[in-house]
T-cell receptor, first 114, second 112 residues
Framework: EAQVTQNPRYLITVTGKKLTVTCSQNMNHEYMSWYRQDPGLGLRQIYYSMNVEVTDKGDVPEGYKVSRKEKRNFPLILESPSPNQTSLYFC?????????????FGPGTRLTVT | DAKTTQPNSMESNEEEPVHLPCNHSTISGTDYIHWYRQLPSQGPEYVIHGLTSNVNNRMASLAIAEDRKSSTLILHRATLRDAAVYYCILRAVSGNTGKLIFGQGTTLQVKP
């Protein structure tokens, strides 16, 4: 089954404790991205990757890092999480970034930073 | 980026058609109109897209105004499972970073 998976689905952590949220897709997609969703602010893009080893900042990249060493994986790294990073995170993938291609989203990771 | 405007919420009865409007008066000639929806506790999912002509797929139909300043997503027979937030998104042909700009969307409530 074609899918985007994220782990963990739920995470409660403390300020400053490094964490990684994994994202994996099994569709051989070149394009992957991360969004965060907050009440009243909607979904905002954090980082995106056009292909392996090619990443770039989205609209809200501060406090986050990403890497794309393999085509299928696109982990989101929070080196020193802060309470303002409490949010619902979604990973997405698409064949390419092109406007004709639909994007597939993962089930989400709900992160709470205390 | 061109902006879209949608009603905050709509209600429908189960098994009746639903017409979800979207205004995009500043759309450029090459912007495609995409619709996504987000079911409760899930990630967004693609619904349909089009440029000028009306489009149909297994999930819905998309009716695009002749001047392209508005469009309507049509669910022919709403089910309880169609209760979701529906987003109308414009995607440019050029300079595309793949970013989807989600507005506030329309929350559709389906009554049994």
């Amino acid at each position: 089954e074609a899918q985007v998976t994220q782990n963990p689905r739920y995470l409660i952590t403390v300020t400053g404790k490094k964490l990684t949220v994994t994202c994996s897709q099994n569709m051989n997609h070149e394009y992957m991205s991360w969004y965060r969703q907050d009440p009243g602010l909607g979904l905002r893009q954090i980082y995106y990757s056009m292909n392996v080893e090619v990443t770039d900042k989205g609209d809200v990249p501060e406090g986050y890092k990403v890497s794309r060493k393999e085509k299928r994986n696109f982990p989101l790294i929070l080196e020193s999480p802060s309470p303002n990073q409490t949010s619902l995170y979604f990973c997405a993938s698409s064949l390419t970034s092109g406007f004709l291609y639909e994007q597939y989203f993962g089930p989400g990771t709900r992160l709470t930073v205390t | 980026d061109a902006k879209t405007t949608q009603p905050n919420s709509m209600e429908s009865n189960e098994e009746e058609p639903v017409h979800l409007p979207c205004n995009h008066s500043t759309i450029s000639g090459t912007d495609y109109i995409h619709w996504y929806r987000q079911l409760p506790s899930q990630g967004p999912e693609y619904v349909i897209h089009g440029l000028t002509s009306n489009v149909n797929n297994r999930m819905a139909s998309l009716a695009i105004a002749e001047d392209r300043k508005s469009s309507t997503l049509i669910l022919h027979r709403a089910t309880l499972r169609d209760a979701a937030v529906y987003y109308c998104i414009l995607r440019a042909v050029s300079g595309n970073t793949g970013k989807l700009i989600f507005g506030q969307g329309t929350t559709l409530q389906v009554k049994p």
